[in-house]
């Protein structure tokens, strides 16, 4: 068998190539401040609200709504 005859028969296959998003750091920073925020409010809301120190003032109703949550993730609250 001769080189030119092994080449032919055994072909190289191509990998499928992936698209890649082309993301700029601009919109990376932006997501990531997004998702901090949020990340931030529900931590706040969750872990933190307690009603006496609300930014609602003395209005209970957001610790009452997440009040079995934050037993499940062990924020202690009574």
Same mark, same amino acid.
């Given at each position: ?22 993301v700029s750091a ?18 706040? +809301?969750l872990g933190y609200d307690q009603g006496?120190?609300?930014? +609602? ?7 009452? +709504? ?5 037993? +499940? ?6």
């Amino acid at each position: 068998m001769t080189a030119s005859t092994h080449s032919s028969s055994a072909r190289a296959v191509a990998a499928p190539s992936l698209a890649v998003p082309n993301v700029s750091a601009a919109s990376a920073a932006l997501w990531l401040s997004l998702t901090v925020l949020l990340a931030g409010l529900a931590y706040y +809301f969750l872990g933190y609200d307690q009603g006496a120190v609300s930014v +609602f003032g003395s209005d209970t109703h957001v610790h009452e +709504f997440v009040h079995d949550a934050r037993h +499940f993730l062990g924020f202690p609250c009574h």
